[in-house]
Nanobody, 127 residues
Framework: DVQLQASGGGLVQAGGSLRLSCVASGFTFDDDYAIGWFRQAPGKEREGVSCITLIEGDTHYADSVKGRFTISKDNAKNTVYLQMNSLKPEDTAVHYC???????????????????WGQGTQVTVSS
């Protein structure tokens, strides 16, 4: 049974940093999975932020976060991280991690590509 546990959200001032963690269980990081980060602000659709393919290690980012966010993985801890730097008020949202079999693929940013979701963690950036 695949389970994902997201954590690390909080309140930070604009320009600050946060690191989100997503601990996965039910599969190992030697398996053919991709893990993505999504976010959803009130009244807005769920938006793909980043994705990492566990075996190959390829990464993908939304244009809005390129150069500011970095996705990484720790195989020993079955954990994927999202390092968020230079945070902006528009980054405020509930952030989710999600997983699906196979690589990120060209549709990595579409939430319906993912079968398993963790609970959200709130990120609030004050101006």
């Amino acid at each position: 049974d695949v389970q994902l546990q997201a954590s690390g959200g909080g309140l930070v001032q604009a320009g600050g940093s946060l690191r989100l963690s997503c601990v996965a269980s039910g599969f190992t990081f030697d398996d053919d999975y991709a893990i993505g980060w999504f976010r959803q602000a009130p009244g807005k659709e769920r938006e793909g932020v980043s994705c990492i393919t566990l075996i190959e290690g390829d990464t993908h980012y939304a244009d809005s976060v390129k150069g500011r966010f970095t996705i990484s993985k720790d195989n020993a801890k079955n954990t994927v991280y999202l390092q968020m730097n230079s945070l902006k008020p528009e980054d405020t949202a509930v952030h989710y991690c999600a997983a699906h079999v196979a690589d990120c693929g060209r549709n990595w940013y579409r939430h319906y590509e993912y079968d398993n979701w963790g609970q959200g963690t709130q990120v609030t950036v004050s101006s």
